[in-house]
């Protein structure tokens, strides 16, 4: 009765879903640019922090497209609190790095976090279903406590690598204790010129033999 009164629509193409389908309706996850880096053994991904920092493992899910149905997902994830979208990918992208060796070696999930600001205004972390999702699968801790935002900043989608350092983008880590000897997977929603994550990965490889993997949604 609750389907029919309130029935559930696409993410994507806002079609009715059918009753097998959750989220995204097939049309459109057939329609999806697929990365699956960790799939591929595509190391391009990879290579984007090479000089930066050391990466073990790297990947995503689904190339963005602007003014596509990428850029559709993630804004409705963003901005107008589509959080199961967040989840569906998070459940996608976990069932499959859990039957990958290199994957099982990891210890412990930490999210790209958002500034306290901006997250009350939001009322939620747009990657915390995903990382929630693949910690799950992974049978591992998902810790959001450990690395913190203290500065704000705006979208940080078009900007150029130089334009993002110099938006004074500025993370902490906390709880040095609880990362030592840890592999860790830092997750985010995408991956533009890498900077965000380059930020916080030298946070995190502040703890004692920490070791790192990243995973995101979309990758531009």
Not at 47 to 68: H, M, S
Not at 199 to 210: D, H, M, P, R, T
Request: aromatic share 8%; net charge positive.
């Amino acid at each position: 009765m609750l389907n029919l009164l309130f029935p559930k629509v696409c993410v994507g193409c806002k079609q009715h879903l059918m009753k097998q389908e959750d989220v995204l309706c097939t049309a459109c996850i057939h329609s999806l640019p697929i990365a699956s880096f960790h799939k591929t053994g595509n190391n391009s991904l990879k290579d984007k922090f090479y000089g930066r920092f050391l990466v073990k493992n790297a990947t995503a899910l689904i190339y963005f497209q602007k003014r596509g149905l990428t850029q559709e997902l993630l804004h409705n994830l963003k901005y107008r609190g589509k959080k199961k979208v967040s989840t569906f990918f998070g459940k996608w992208l976990g069932a499959e790095i859990s039957e990958i060796d290199s994957y099982k070696e990891i210890d412990l999930v930490i999210p790209v976090p958002l500034h306290k600001q901006k997250l009350k205004k939001r009322g939620y972390n747009q990657v915390e279903g995903f990382g929630m999702e693949i910690a799950k699968a992974l049978n591992v801790p998902y810790r959001d406590d450990i690395l913190i935002k203290i500065s704000k900043s705006g979208s940080q989608v078009f900007k150029t690598r130089i334009l993002r350092f110099e938006a004074e983008e500025v993370f902490s880590i906390q709880k040095l204790e609880a990362i030592k000897d840890k592999h860790i997977l830092l997750v985010d929603d995408i991956i533009t010129t890498g900077a965000t994550l380059e930020k916080c990965a030298l946070q995190l490889l502040k703890g004692e033999n920490v070791s790192l993997s990243i995973a995101t949604i979309a990758v531009a």
